[in-house]
């Protein structure tokens, strides 16, 4: 075998895994939202709210592309909101540099988030989301920092970012 058809094959076959994984996430809405919130809209209420972006995020648990996010480079004290419905969720004195691409945290502001676990794109992850309105923030892992070993890796379009008076 070539190396080139060796690296035609990775790329065929980046683009299906791509594709399949789009064609999943188009036929389904946020499974967290099969419980109840304490902030509810519509659809399109959602849709009319959040950028395109956001709603794939938040609404249909799409991820954004890793160091797409300007929250990655935020370095300024303050607390980091769900865009969906500005529930402070994380703060900037949990914030660290990962080097995964995407904005990561070793925890979250007491009682903001919920968890379930996500067994999608063949591996087990925990998924979480706002405990507030359910809008998907990202995925925990346990190869984070000192004190809890966690690494809360969290797509920046999901929040905003309020710096500390």
């Known amino acids: 075998m070539k190396r080139r058809d060796l690296v035609a094959g990775g790329a065929t076959a980046t ?25 509810t809209r519509t659809d399109a209420e959602w849709r009319k709210m959040l950028s ?4 794939d995020v ?5 991820t954004e592309r890793p160091g797409s996010s300007a929250l990655l480079e ?8 769900c865009a969906g419905c500005d529930l402070a969720v994380y703060s900037s004195e949990t914030k660290y540099e990962s080097g995964t691409g995407w904005p990561s945290f070793w925890d979250c502001v007491p009682g903001a988030i919920g968890t379930r676990e996500d067994n999608s794109l063949f591996m ?8 507030r309105c359910g809008g998907h923030l990202g995925h925990i ?15 920046g379009v999901a929040l905003t ?3 500390a008076a």
């Open 15 to 39: 683009i299906c895994l791509m594709g399949a994984a789009a064609l999943w996430r188009a036929g389904r809405t946020n499974v967290a939202l099969a419980e109840v919130f304490e902030v």
């Open 124 to 131: 087990a992850r925990t998924e979480c989301h706002c405990r």
């Open 74 to 81: 935020e370095k300024r004290k303050g607390l980091f909101h």
């Open 161 to 163: 970012f309020r710096p």
């Open 52 to 55: 395109e972006a956001q709603y």
């Open 141 to 155: 892992f346990d190869d984070g920092p000192a004190p809890t070993g966690m690494r809360h890796c969290i797509n």
């Open 58 to 62: 938040l609404r249909r648990e799409g």
